[in-house]
């Protein structure tokens, strides 16, 4: 295997990145960190360089470019051979509930922008929103009744899915989610991950703001 390359953006903001750094660190892949921060005259030709959608993250392994969240951390699983629930009905689960963020809640995404350091934000409550916190909360319960026996993590063991719902719980964390009990034990277990605490010891120090995500 070569030297792996991680090209993330600004650690505060850029939930898509923290994802799959989250997973490569929680499988131990050791890995070269680049990162671009976002919205500045230079970002889209800097993030062109390494990936052709222009957008991070984007993992580099020699040759190979892979440069979309999920498909970074299904790649992690493979190097390092675990990643997913072992047992092929809960792999199928948290495959659903991976896809399942990665392709929707829309109104969490748009209204509530991952910022990671910020606390006591509060904004106005939509439908859309409550919806999403609901079905958040549902999965998150679901997860533990059904597959969590083994660890802490929505499958026992961390897995892909607790690096796609990380930014979720910093989201819950920002703007105060109201949810379950289940759910806040669950961000309680998220938040106090080591490896997540680094990234956020780090975000905080970032010099950079972004006026768009500085909602509440
Ligand atoms: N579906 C992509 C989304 C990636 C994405 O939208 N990344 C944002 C940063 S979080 C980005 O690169 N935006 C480009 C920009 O801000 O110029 C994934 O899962 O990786």
């Not at 509930?97 to 509060?122: D, Q, T």
Request: glycine share 6%; aromatic share 10%; charged share 25%.
């Amino acid at each position: 295997m070569s030297a792996l390359t991680l090209v993330i953006g600004n650690r505060n903001y850029s939930s898509w990145s923290l994802r799959p750094w989250v997973l490569l660190k929680h499988l131990g892949l050791q890995f070269r960190e680049v990162l671009i921060p976002l919205d500045t005259p230079t970002t889209k030709d800097e993030m062109e360089k390494y990936g052709p959608s222009g957008r991070v993250p984007v993992l580099l392994d020699g040759e190979l470019c892979v440069w979309d969240s999920l498909a970074i951390c299904e790649y992690a699983a493979e190097l390092a051979g675990r990643g997913w629930p072992h047992e092929p009905q809960a792999r199928a689960v948290a495959r659903s509930v991976c896809a399942e963020m990665h392709s929707g809640f829309a109104n969490l995404r748009m209204e509530w922008p991952m910022n990671a350091r910020a606390r006591h934000r509060r904004t106005v409550s939509t439908p859309g929103l409550e919806a999403d916190i609901d079905r958040v909360d549902e999965i998150w319960n679901e997860c533990r009744r059904r597959f969590g026996a083994g660890g802490p993590w929505l499958f026992g063991e961390y897995s892909i899915a607790d690096a796609m719902y990380a930014p979720v719980v910093l989201r819950f964390n920002t703007y105060g989610a109201r949810i379950s009990e289940t759910a806040r034990w669950y961000m309680a277990t998220t938040l106090e991950d080591s490896i997540l605490q680094s990234w956020l010891a780090a975000a905080k120090v970032e010099p950079w703001t972004l006026a768009q995500s500085e909602v509440g």
